[in-house]
């Protein structure tokens, strides 16, 4: 996968930006659920919704119904035909989802915050099957909101056991990407 910079594309970084302000209101509702604050939304070239989803993996039981794969099930039957997909997640895909992407045919995933103990779009190989696809990636669009939602997380659910596996994977999610959080912020305050 290659990673790319938009930093000298303002137009493209604002369209970004919209784009992940509505994985950002998936992830809210995710956060309102009680599940880890992980927003998607899946888009054609056109820039068109085809699929939203948040995190349901405490409701549902299911440990593979992150917010990517729930997009994807909601545009179920729509991307056959599309061409040139692009993924919005508030935090970098896992493997899992990084694959279901490139099997889907997304040529683009965004995020806002890195997920540097499970990335996916750093550890999966471009596909060699006919019709996958090998995205580009571009990081840290919202960045700081995406990370002030898993910060409320903890604040609302401290001191909760139930919820401790929960908490040890955004405690050290939030971590791991402390120093990120202070570079996003200069950055972002100047773009």
Same mark, same amino acid.
């Given at each position: 996968?290659?990673?790319?910079?938009?930093?000298?594309?303002?137009?493209?970084?604002?369209?970004?930006?919209?784009?992940?302000?509505?994985?950002?209101?998936? %992830?809210?509702? !995710?956060?309102?659920?009680?599940? =880890?604050?992980?927003?998607?939304? /899946?888009?054609?070239?056109?820039?068109? *919704? @085809?699929?939203?989803?948040?995190?349901?993996?405490?409701?549902?039981?299911?440990?593979?119904?992150?917010?990517?794969?729930?997009?994807? %099930?909601?545009? !179920?039957?729509?991307?056959?035909? =599309?061409?040139?997909?692009?993924? /919005?997640?508030?935090?970098?895909?896992? *493997? @899992?989802?990084?694959?279901?992407?490139?099997?889907?045919?997304?040529?683009?995933?965004?995020?806002?915050?890195?997920?540097?103990?499970?990335?996916?779009?750093?550890?999966?190989?471009?596909?060699?099957?006919?019709?996958?696809?090998?995205?580009?990636?571009?990081?840290?669009?919202?960045?700081?909101?995406?990370?002030?939602?898993?910060?409320?997380?903890?604040?609302?659910?401290?001191?909760?056991?139930?919820?401790?596996?929960?908490?040890?994977?955004?405690?050290?999610?939030?971590?791991?990407?402390?120093?990120?959080?202070?570079?996003?912020?200069?950055?972002?305050?100047?773009?």
């Amino acid at each position: 996968m290659t990673d790319i910079s938009v930093a000298p594309y303002a137009p493209l970084r604002d369209v970004m930006r919209v784009w992940m302000d509505i994985a950002l209101a998936q %992830a809210r509702l !995710a956060l309102d659920a009680g599940e =880890a604050p992980i927003g998607c939304v /899946v888009l054609n070239s056109a820039g068109d *919704v @085809m699929g939203v989803g948040y995190n349901t993996l405490l409701k549902s039981g299911n440990p593979t119904l992150h917010a990517e794969m729930n997009a994807f %099930a909601a545009g !179920a039957g729509q991307f056959a035909a =599309a061409k040139d997909l692009v993924m /919005v997640s508030t935090l970098e895909p896992c *493997v @899992m989802c990084t694959g279901a992407a490139m099997q889907a045919g997304v040529t683009t995933i965004v995020y806002a915050l890195k997920a540097p103990a499970d990335s996916g779009t750093g550890r999966v190989s471009p596909p060699t099957s006919p019709g996958a696809t090998n995205p580009s990636v571009i990081g840290n669009i919202g960045t700081l909101e995406s990370r002030a939602l898993f910060v409320e997380w903890i604040e609302r659910h401290e001191g909760d056991p139930s919820r401790d596996d929960q908490r040890a994977f955004i405690e050290q999610l939030l971590t791991l990407t402390a120093g990120d959080a202070v570079e996003r912020a200069a950055d972002e305050t100047n773009a």
